[in-house]
């Protein structure tokens, strides 16, 4: 059975001039161990869905809806408060883009650590501490004794993220949501914090879900990604059939305007125009105003889900084929 | 810190200068002659000139400043020229009352404002809200005399539950008694303290509650009486706890009208009774008092901030 | 009220909602500047409190000039005939233990009132304001020695000095203004240091490419711009402040002397009829509210209508789980 199921989940804010959607009828599946990658650029949703998953979004003012929003069997959308504060944390963990505001400045780490496995666990303040120890050791923090009674802004940016990371699995989560967890660290820690999730997941079984603007890392790291545009899924498949033959407008202009460390010289491909008007819930393809592959027909259907070898789909009625070649 | 603070310390003698000047200078400028309106028209000359001479009245005012700082210097703040006791004594009898006064003042705003500042900024715009928000801004409007004059005329007059006078008349029995008659001036006093406190409390909740790391603490399943009492609070009470401190420091300044209307024997009745008796030596040596009572008190502030916030390392 | 292209197109969307006439919502979104001073004034008006206290006030203000024209009672003379009426068609308000009409004596003491507000806030706008910008624009020693002369000033309780200034020196206005307006000169003095300094930043950065205009007068009007919107919400504060210790220095017997009407005056004498004349106590205490909080709320607006910034705040606090 699937660990996550989302079908039609649609997260809107109304507003004085009309109902945005930030989140406009996502679906996937997310089975246990897999690690999913969700990019796109600034705006296109991806931290309203993860947010949305885990009903962190404040509603009022949004309000989040879904034909199915199912994590191991709890129906989130329906699940009352007490039972959602019991997933998160301990089923669903997440980790955020800026540690430095994410940890409690006025809090120790060592509280910060224990109060999630108290929470969740029921082990007395000393086994908690004893386990906050190896946490903390698990994720690379030397001395990790003495820093228990530290706070966030002893810290530089890396280990506050190793941090972060060590509360996140601190329950054993079966999912594990990186909200750009890298996107505020030097490109070296970057490295070193990718690589620490990588091994922690996959020695813990978690799935984890990357949310990312940075293609290359989602590509290094991801079984499948999930390619997002105007709060809407646009392509979503296979990591290697996604970057290798991308098949939807906008995948094609990420790829292209990504660079290459293989085609150094190479003009980079912006992609024009502006970020999509949210409020507008157009049934044709919302990339078209952007689109540099459009056909006469995208201006007049709205677009089909088309699915290509190796569990691919894409929302695109373009041919992109062609493309492909230019891009190995 | 010990550095910063030894360079808070070296300026409070020169701001304390400073305010004993002026009010020396103010004292100075009365007009009038100040023994012939105390002693009043029928005394004769030599009585007057000794009493000049003994309040050094007849020395330039430079002079009676320097030779004011030492007595000071030595502890000793002159007589009252009404009381003939000497104002250290007058001060020790005053300052107890005053200071329980605004203890009890400050208790009451930390009662009302605590919950009231947390519940509107968790309800924002709902009639909790607006309840806050209408305490607060009646707070700022209600001359404090005024409210003193309605809490005693229902409590005391209409009812008869609290008494009005019997501070510092020593003759309290039981707790009741001695509390008693502190209640409604603390009232008077405390609840319109409180408007400060609360706005405060709730502005710095509504931006703590807006922080990243209170996603963080919903994200790791934590109760919300958790998160707001743990995680967000503690971060409201470090700008809170020193507008606390300060707020008591000003506290006893404000106080006068209050002192004046129940008849309390504090250091604002003092300071009113001296003003309109030309009693110099008390307005200046209660007013330095204060004056260094406030300086303390915006020290603690700074201190406790110092010492609450893990960020703050001077 | 630019902003960036790059922005989240979430957070914009959600800002639209709030900012609605500075993007026409159905174009692709463009720039649009609209001059700081209309639309100050329009968020200004946007705010209900904001507003009815500006009405408000302006009806104290005419009400005080108009006295005469109001009421014909004379609010210093004794008629003991008249004492302690109750409200009535010929007395509004009722009158006192003396027989003088209650309204008349509201609308004649918020003459003294409403000019001791002014005076004070003009006491303390002619030295708060010099002061602080010589502190913000000369730093170094003159500013430490400014700002240390400005914390000795703010150690002194309020009301106690105006009692002991007022009480000593004599109730006449000057000493009034002078023994209110002294401690709020170093409050508003930090405050445009603050902004002076900060202001400063860019002018310098605007002063070095801008092509040898006297900096001095650029510096002035940029900085003048800068620092007017903290000044002026201060000002309303002050303003109330000034209006609750003149009351209360009347209350006390120092401040405005009898016969002469003044709201704080006329709480003290009603103290002996709460029973039996409760319209003594009600209206100068609901005239002083009125007057306070319609102040208040004019500083309140102002604030919001002068901060750009409150605009964003107010969006994304709206959206995130808090």
Redesign the interface.
Same mark, same amino acid.
């Given at each position: 059975m699937a660990l996550l199921t989302v079908r039609g989940l649609t997260t809107s804010?109304s507003?004085?001039?009309?109902i945005?959607r930030?989140v406009n009828g996502v679906s996937f599946t997310l089975e246990p161990g897999e690690v999913l990658g969700l990019v796109g650029e600034?705006?296109?949703?991806k931290s309203?869905t993860a947010?949305s998953i =885990?009903r962190?979004?404040?509603e009022p003012?949004?309000k989040v809806q879904a034909e199915l929003l199912d994590f191991e069997g709890t129906d989130l959308l329906r699940a009352d408060p007490r039972t959602?504060?019991?997933?998160?944390?301990?089923g669903i963990?997440?980790i955020?883009q800026?540690p430095m505001?994410?940890?409690?400045?006025?809090?120790t780490i060592g509280r910060q650590l224990t109060?999630?496995l108290v929470?969740?666990i029921n082990i007395d303040g000393n086994a908690a501490r004893r386990r906050a120890i190896e946490l903390l050791e698990m994720v690379g923090i030397p001395m990790a004794e003495k820093h228990l009674g530290s706070?966030p802004?002893q810290f530089s940016g890396g280990m506050r993220q190793r941090v =972060?990371i060590a509360?996140a699995l601190s329950c054993n989560p079966r999912l594990l949501i990186a909200d750009e967890a890298t996107t505020a660290l030097d490109v070296t820690i970057q490295a070193q914090i990718v690589e620490l999730v990588r091994t922690l997941t996959k020695n813990l079984g978690t799935a984890v879900i990357w949310i990312s603007h940075d293609l290359g890392l989602v590509a290094g790291l991801c079984d499948r990604v999930n390619v997002m545009y105007?709060g809407r899924i646009v392509e979503t498949g296979p990591v290697r059939e996604v970057f290798y033959r991308p098949s939807h407008g906008y995948t094609i202009g990420l790829i292209g305007c990504t660079p290459r460390v293989d085609r150094v010289g190479t003009p980079l491909k912006p992609i024009n125009g502006?970020?999509?008007?949210?409020?507008d819930d157009t049934p044709l393809c919302p990339f078209l105003p952007r689109c540099d592959v459009a056909i006469p027909a995208c201006h007049r259907v709205r677009p089909e889900l088309r699915s290509f070898p190796g569990g691919h789909f894409a929302n695109c009625l373009a041919d992109l084929t062609s493309r492909h070649a230019e891009l190995r | 810190m010990w550095r910063y603070f030894a360079s808070r310390l070296a300026q409070i003698p020169f701001i304390l200068i400073v305010v004993t000047m002026t009010i020396f200078v103010v004292v100075r400028s009365t007009p009038g002659d100040p023994v012939q309106i105390m002693l009043g028209m029928e005394t004769s000359p030599d009585a007057v000139a000794a009493i000049r001479k003994e309040f050094r009245l007849d020395r330039p005012v430079a002079v009676q400043y320097v030779l004011w700082l030492g007595d000071l210097a030595q502890g000793n703040l002159g007589r009252s020229i009404r009381l003939n006791t000497p104002v250290t004594q007058l001060l020790a009898e005053r300052f107890p009352v005053s200071l329980r006064l605004a203890a009890g003042a400050m208790l009451v705003a930390l009662c009302i404002s605590i919950p009231l500042g947390i519940l509107a900024a968790l309800y924002r715009n709902t009639w909790i809200d607006y309840l806050c928000t209408g305490y607060t801004v009646a707070g700022f409007a209600i001359p404090n005399f005024a409210l003193a004059m309605i809490l005693i005329y229902v409590f005391s007059i209409k009812l008869g539950w609290f008494p009005i006078t019997g501070i510092g008349t020593g003759d309290a029995k039981t707790i009741f008694g001695a509390i008693g008659p502190y209640i409604l001036p603390a009232l008077a006093l405390g609840t319109l303290q409180t408007a400060v406190l609360t706005r405060l409390l709730r502005s710095s909740m509504i931006d703590i509650l807006m922080q990243d790391y209170v996603r963080t603490a919903h994200a790791k399943g934590l109760t919300p009486t958790s998160v707001v009492l743990v995680h967000a609070l503690k971060n409201a009470m470090i700008p809170f706890v020193t507008m606390v401190a300060i707020q008591c420091g000003y506290l006893i300044g404000i106080q006068v009208t209050i002192e004046y209307i129940f008849a309390i024997p504090g250091v604002g009745s003092a300071v009113l009774s001296g003003v309109i008796n030309r009693d110099f030596p008390v307005v200046q040596g209660f007013t330095l008092v204060i004056a260094a009572f406030f300086l303390f008190a915006n020290m603690v502030a700074d201190l406790l901030y110092g010492i609450l916030d893990p960020r703050i390392r001077y | 009220m630019a902003f960036s292209i790059r922005e989240s197109a979430t957070e914009m969307a959600v800002n639209f909602a709030n900012d609605s006439d500075k993007i026409a919502p159905d174009e692709i979104p463009t720039v649009r500047f609209a001059t700081g001073a209309r639309l100050a004034a329009r968020q200004f008006l946007r705010n209900p409190a904001a507003t009815s206290g500006l009405v408000v006030l302006a009806l104290l203000c005419l009400a005080a000039i108009a006295a005469p024209w109001i009421s014909h009672f004379d609010p210093v003379q004794i008629k003991l005939s008249a004492k302690l009426k109750p409200p009535s068609w010929e007395h509004l308000l009722g009158t006192d233990h003396f027989g003088r009409d209650v309204l008349s004596r509201l609308l004649y003491g918020s003459r003294v009132s409403l000019s001791i507000g002014l005076l004070v806030v003009a006491f303390s706008t002619s030295f708060g304001v010099p002061i602080g910008m010589v502190a913000g624009f000369m730093r170094g020693h003159v500013e430490n020695g400014l700002m240390r002369l400005m914390d000795a000033f703010l150690t002194f309780p309020p009301l106690l000095l105006a009692v002991t200034i007022v009480g000593l020196l004599g109730p006449d206005l000057r000493n009034v203004m002078l023994a209110i307006g002294i401690v709020q000169v170093p409050v508003l003095a930090r405050i445009v240091r603050a902004c002076t300094l900060s202001a400063r930043e860019e002018v310098y950065v605007a002063a070095a490419s801008a092509l040898g205009a006297s900096p001095l007068r650029i510096a002035t009007r940029h900085i003048l711009r800068n620092i007017l919107s903290p000044i002026v919400v201060q000002l309303t504060i002050g303003f109330s402040a000034a209006i609750i210790a003149e009351a209360s220095l009347s209350f006390l017997g120092l401040g405005t002397q009898p016969p002469n009407p003044s709201w704080g005056r006329d709480l003290a004498d009603a103290r002996r009829y709460m029973a039996d004349a409760p319209w003594l106590f009600l209206s100068p205490t609901a005239t002083i509210m009125l007057a306070v909080l319609s102040i208040n709320f004019i500083g309140d607006g102002l604030r919001d209508a002068l901060d750009p910034r409150s605009w964003r705040t107010r969006a994304r606090a709206a959206s995130v789980k808090g």
């Open positions: 804010f507003t004085d001039q009309g945005i930030a600034s705006g296109s949703g309203v947010l =885990m962190l979004v404040r003012p949004a959602l504060r019991d997933i998160r944390g301990s963990a997440m955020f800026d505001r994410s940890l409690n400045p006025v809090l109060e999630t929470r969740h706070y802004h =972060m509360i105007a502006l970020p999509p008007n949210l409020m | - | -």
